[in-house]
């Protein structure tokens, strides 16, 4: 038996048989009025709003506990040191970042409808966008319970925050696979950080030094943006061999 009558006998032992009710359920789609060979239209907002079913709710339950406890410490004159637990508020967001990698799910995503970058960032920008407005409603609600202006506790908050927030992305970047264990480490580790900084620098929060606190949140954003735009551009390189 020559190679051509070989390969038609494989192609008559292995056809495929022809699927049952084919027609009868792409008429179905045409009387429902369904698009046929691409799926429908989603707004960004739908998109965004989609994706927050997905976002694990203990962290939603753990930012909202530790916003209220900054507020409870703030009221109860406990110092400079609620600020420094705003560190912790970032292993949510760290964590989301990198929960597709470290599941091994992410070659699959890359092949789902939506690209892995663009959950990955509506995931991150959902969390973080929640992250940061409940900040600015703890800075205006423990306003009163301060003597520092509103700029002020703006910095002492968000410099804290975008410090564990630009060094987790930098290892999220490099470990990605270790349960998120050295995120969390990060966020832990820059809220002792903060909160034993005026053991050894009583000046630390003093008015007159209200520029490196600015100075310092303007390295730490930009940082943070170009850690992140990294971060997504490595997404977009090939996973599969």
């Known amino acids: 038996m020559n190679n051509e009558k070989?390969?038609?006998?494989?192609?008559?032992?292995?056809?495929a048989p022809e699927p049952e009710g084919k027609r009868v359920f792409f008429s179905s789609l045409r009387e429902r009025d369904?698009?046929?060979?691409q799926p429908a239209v989603m707004s960004h907002r739908e998109f965004l709003t989609g994706q927050l079913s997905y976002i694990q709710k203990r962290i939603w339950i753990l930012s909202g506990f530790l916003m209220l406890f900054i507020i409870w410490g703030c009221s109860r004159s406990a110092g400079n040191y609620p600020f420094a637990l705003t560190p912790l508020l970032a292993g949510g967001?760290?964590?989301?970042?990198?929960?597709?990698?470290?599941?091994?799910m992410d070659e699959l995503e890359y092949a789902s409808r939506f690209s892995l970058r663009s959950i990955v960032l509506a995931r991150m920008f959902t969390v973080g966008l929640a992250d940061t407005a409940g900040l600015l409603m703890v800075i205006i609600v423990?306003?009163?319970?301060?003597?520092?202006?509103?700029?002020?506790?703006?910095?002492?908050?968000?410099?804290?925050?975008?410090?564990?927030?630009?060094?987790?992305?930098?290892?999220?970047?490099?470990?990605?696979?270790?349960?998120?264990l050295g995120s969390l480490a990060i966020c832990i580790l820059s809220s002792v950080a903060f909160a034993a900084a005026p053991l050894f620098s009583g000046c630390l929060y003093e008015e007159r030094?209200?520029?490196?606190?600015?100075?310092?949140?303007?390295?730490?954003?930009?940082?943070?943006?170009?850690?992140?735009?990294?971060?997504?551009?490595?997404?977009?390189?090939?996973?599969?061999?």
């Open 142 to 180: 423990v306003r009163p319970y301060l003597t520092y202006s509103l700029f002020r506790i703006f910095l002492y908050m968000m410099v804290p925050f975008l410090t564990a927030s630009f060094l987790g992305s930098l290892y999220e970047r490099k470990k990605r696979r270790d349960g998120g």
């Open 209 to 241: 030094l209200t520029i490196i606190w600015t100075i310092g949140f303007i390295f730490l954003a930009v940082g943070f943006t170009g850690s992140m735009r990294g971060y997504i551009r490595e997404m977009e390189e090939p996973v599969w061999n």
């Open 6 to 15: 070989m390969i038609a006998r494989m192609k008559e032992l292995c056809s």
């Open 93 to 104: 967001m760290l964590m989301e970042t990198g929960r597709s990698r470290r599941w091994k």
């Open 34 to 37: 369904l698009p046929l060979g």
